[in-house]
Structure formats: structure tokens, C-alpha cells
């Protein structure tokens, strides 16, 4: 994975796995512009939403339930349960 620098100064986290070509990288995880309704948000750009694969806005607490079912994956190889 690599971690870089936008030309309009988000980070964004690629990985070349996903790509035909492994001099290319894609987009894994990036900080988005959009702007939440969270108090610190206008001071911190890349703070409200983060892009997930090139398609996917998450804001805080929709990352924080990624995480979470990352962190469950980690455990026990699953996601969580269906349903939940």
C-alpha cells in the first residue's frame, strides 16, 4: 500500500492488487472534500468523509461501524453476521 498526497492536499491510500497492472496503483481509502456537519470541519479538510474504493462516501460514523467490522473480521474472518 501507499499513502499520497492529492494535488488538492488529501491523503488517499492505494494498493496495486486491485489493478491489471501492478505499476499502477487504485484507490483504496481517501480523504473526500466534503464538507459534515461536524464543528471542526471547515479546519480540518479530509476530516468529514472518507472515499472508499472510487465510488463509497463514509462520514465518522459510518467509518467508525468499518472499523468495527474490520476489526470483528480480524477475530473471526467474517464481516459480522447477516443482519446485523
Do not use: C
Not at 501507499?2 to 481509502?29: C, D, M, N, Q, W
Not at 472534500?33 to 476530516?47: K, L, M, N, Q, T
Not at 472508499?52 to 472499523?67: A, F, P, Q, S
Amino acid at each position: 500500500m501507499k499513502l499520497i498526497k492529492t494535488e488538492r492536499g488529501f491523503l488517499v491510500l492505494e494498493h496495486p492488487a486491485y489493478l491489471p497492472r501492478e505499476s499502477e496503483h487504485k484507490r483504496l481509502v481517501g480523504e473526500s472534500s466534503a464538507i459534515g456537519d461536524y464543528e471542526d470541519s471547515f479546519e480540518r479538510p479530509g476530516s468529514s468523509y472518507l472515499w472508499i474504493g472510487d465510488h463509497h462516501h463514509l462520514n465518522r460514523e459510518e467509518v467508525e461501524e468499518l472499523v468495527l467490522r474490520l476489526q470483528y473480521w480480524l477475530e473471526h474472518k467474517r464481516l459480522g453476521k447477516a443482519g446485523a
